[in-house]
């Protein structure tokens, strides 16, 4: 039984709006999609990144330069469609377990995605990390700006990745998502097909970089990484 994991790096990062693809962004003289590869390396047998079509050469160097070995081919339009890339590239048994990361949360803490891959093996037919929410939430303002009303925090999570699977689960719910409509989550595909997913704790520097405020944050996880802090 192999652990394989997709790593999405298709997408632009357009909320960043940075000039090349948010997974070329160097952090510290390392590009976001190689830390997330080198982070998921300590629990993952083979890796397979999903690249922008135009961005293959420059992907497979920012591997290269890291020491990463993965194979990178390219993605789709969608997220989901660059995971059914991902997947199809890595040639599962349906008994293997498939670990679906964002390479936009690329500090992850390993012991996070053991965690995952763990709880698959226990019995789980997926597994995901989780977030309490830590701030209030309340329904957006209205067009005059007066805000709603406020949402229970406490019954919600956030999200994060990796989005670990056995290999016949991920295989099915995106075979099924080809007719479905868009959902933007993997675990939310499996859950419709009627699979059982389980959370585990996530982990705060598994936070997605989106927005331009959010490469200082990563820079001075990967200073810390550095600094043998973790
Ligand atoms: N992704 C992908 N293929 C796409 C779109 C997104 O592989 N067609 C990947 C991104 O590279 C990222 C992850 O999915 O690692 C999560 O997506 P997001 O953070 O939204 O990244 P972008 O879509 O690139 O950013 P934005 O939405 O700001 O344009
Ligand atoms: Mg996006």
Known sequence: MTIAAVITAAGSGSRLGADAPKA???IE???LVAW???RLDEVVDSVVVTAP???LDAMRAALA???VGALVVSGGETRQASVAA???ALELDPDDIVLIHDAARAFQEPSVAAATIEAVRAGADGAIPVLPV???LIAAPGADGSIGDVVDRDGLRAVQTPQTFRARVAIDAHRRAAEAPAATDDATLARAGGHRIVAVDGHEWGFKVTRPGDPPLARGIARSLAGGGA
Do not use: C, I, N
């Open 86 to 88: 991902g997947l199809a």
């Open 36 to 38: 997330a590869a080198l």
């Open 65 to 67: 330069d890291a020491g």
């Open 29 to 31: 003289g390392r590009a």
């Open 53 to 55: 079509a135009d961005h």
């Open 134 to 136: 830590v701030d209030t």
């Open 24 to 26: 070329l962004v160097l």
